[in-house]
């Protein structure tokens, strides 16, 4: 599933691909991807990019001094460049054309993601609850815990607030805590100082993992078949542990999997008496 890394090297690739490019025109077919009062503004989706916008998982791409488009990818959604000539992308739902004859196709099999055409002032408001986001502000553990502030909830779930922390999801947060060395549901508000540093480096750590494993020209996401597991704890439930050898456990935590070693990321021990 997309998460922060994605949509930062999603945004470097569109920047890459539009570079000296105008847009000609966008297009989108009738899927919920695109609300139907959107589609009318689709004819302004063109020109030179002018700039980017990325907090979190929410991508923003403005041709003039107001037209934009807004992109989200969603559960399974990636853009892909496709040059002229060539088929269409599988699972294309929306598309830009560009003055070399060459197609960006947004592809979006499950249909949870978003392209939506939309000026700057909308896309900064629809920001606005967002968290801090560890690319763009930076992270380390003042930062984190003030991010984080007095919420007693599972680490782990708090991690993946995005009024908190922009832009980690299930997989990330698995991986941070992994490389921390954390239990994942451990109280956030239960964290030392110290444990928070080595946390917030841990965040970082994973983050630019992740952008390293995106580098290509076309992303590869897990859940595709054939992708391999390169991630040390995500999805390696019943594994021997790639740090001590042991099995990797998962538990369920607000409706979604967390995958972390009982041995690296050892439970509190209860109080005594």
Known sequence: MPELPEVEMTRRRLVRWMDGR????????????????????????????????RRGKHLGLFFGRTIGLYSHLGMTGKWVRRPDGEAPARYSRARLFLDDGSVLHFCDPRLFGAFIPMDQASLEAR?????????????????????????????????MDQAKLAGLGNIHAAEALFRARLFPGRSAASLTDAELDRLARAILDSLQFGMEEQEGEEPAYLEEPGTPNRFLVYGRAG??????????????????????CPHCQPAPSPPAG
Not at 30 to 47: C, F, M, Q, Y
Not at 129 to 155: F, M, V, Y
């Open 22 to 53: 105008r847009v000609l025109r966008a297009e989108a077919d009738e899927t919920r991807v695109i609300p139907p009062e959107a589609r009318a503004r689709l004819a302004s989706v063109k020109g030179r990019l002018r700039t980017t916008v």
């Open 127 to 159: 920001l606005a609850g967002l968290g801090r986001d560890p690319l763009e502000d930076g992270l380390d553990g003042p930062q984190l815990r003030a991010a984080l502030g007095k919420t007693r909830q599972a680490i782990k779930v708090a991690l």
């Open 239 to 260: 594994s021997p542990c790639v740090r001590c050898g042991n099995p990797v456990d998962s538990m369920v935590q607000a409706q979604r999997t967390t995958h972390y």
